[in-house]
Structures are given as structure tokens and as C-alpha cells.
């Protein structure tokens, strides 16, 4: 019974340590936030459109609608980045 006993204790230690060591410190997300400019051609002279960055808890995203027109002839631009907590630094 005693073997058992110190089995069950062992393997439940084992179990503890390999559940902590997973978890593990908590990291801050951060991910690189972008907004991205239209233009009607290949020129890059008249802009047709955007599509604003955003955070969404800590990953980077895009707002649900662009503005305007949305072409292949696209400059993006890096506006910050975001934080787990939803924060935009620039």
C-alpha cells in the first residue's frame, strides 16, 4: 500500500511540475499594425481607396469596410503596433 501511496505522489509531483513549466510566464502579444493605401494604377498617383488598421485584443487587424475603391495597387503603411491589451504604440 505504502508503494503505492509513494507512486501516486510521484507521478501526481510529475504532473504538477509538467502543468507549471507549460503554463509558463505570461508574454505580452504584440503584433505590427498596418493601414493600407489604394491607388488606381501601377503610378501610385491617385489614391481610390484605404482600409484602416486596428487592434483587436492584441492582434492586428483591419476595420470590417474599406473606404473607397480596393485595388492590386496597394502601399502599406505601419502605423504602430498592438498590444494584448488592445493599446496601439506607435
Same mark, same amino acid.
Given at each position: 500500500? +505504502?508503494?503505492?501511496l509513494?507512486?501516486?505522489?510521484?507521478?501526481?509531483a510529475?504532473?504538477?511540475?509538467?502543468?507549471?513549466?507549460?503554463?509558463?510566464p505570461?508574454?505580452?502579444?504584440?503584433?505590427?499594425?498596418y493601414?493600407?493605401?489604394?491607388?488606381?494604377?501601377?503610378t501610385? +498617383?491617385?489614391?481610390?481607396?484605404?482600409w484602416?488598421g486596428v487592434?483587436?485584443?492584441?492582434?492586428?487587424?483591419? +476595420?470590417?469596410?474599406p473606404?473607397?475603391?480596393?485595388?492590386?495597387y496597394?502601399?502599406?503603411?505601419r502605423?504602430?503596433?498592438? +498590444?494584448?491589451n488592445?493599446?496601439?504604440?506607435e
Amino acid at each position: 500500500m +505504502t508503494i503505492r501511496l509513494k507512486l501516486l505522489s510521484a507521478v501526481a509531483a510529475s504532473v504538477a511540475v509538467f502543468v507549471g513549466a507549460a503554463a509558463g510566464p505570461a508574454v505580452a502579444l504584440s503584433e505590427p499594425l498596418y493601414s493600407y493605401l489604394y491607388y488606381s494604377d501601377a503610378t501610385l +498617383t491617385e489614391q481610390v481607396g484605404s482600409w484602416q488598421g486596428v487592434c483587436y485584443n492584441g492582434w492586428a487587424g483591419v +476595420t470590417q469596410y474599406p473606404d473607397g475603391q480596393v485595388t492590386q495597387y496597394e502601399v502599406r503603411v505601419r502605423i504602430g503596433t498592438c +498590444t494584448d491589451n488592445g493599446t496601439i504604440y506607435e
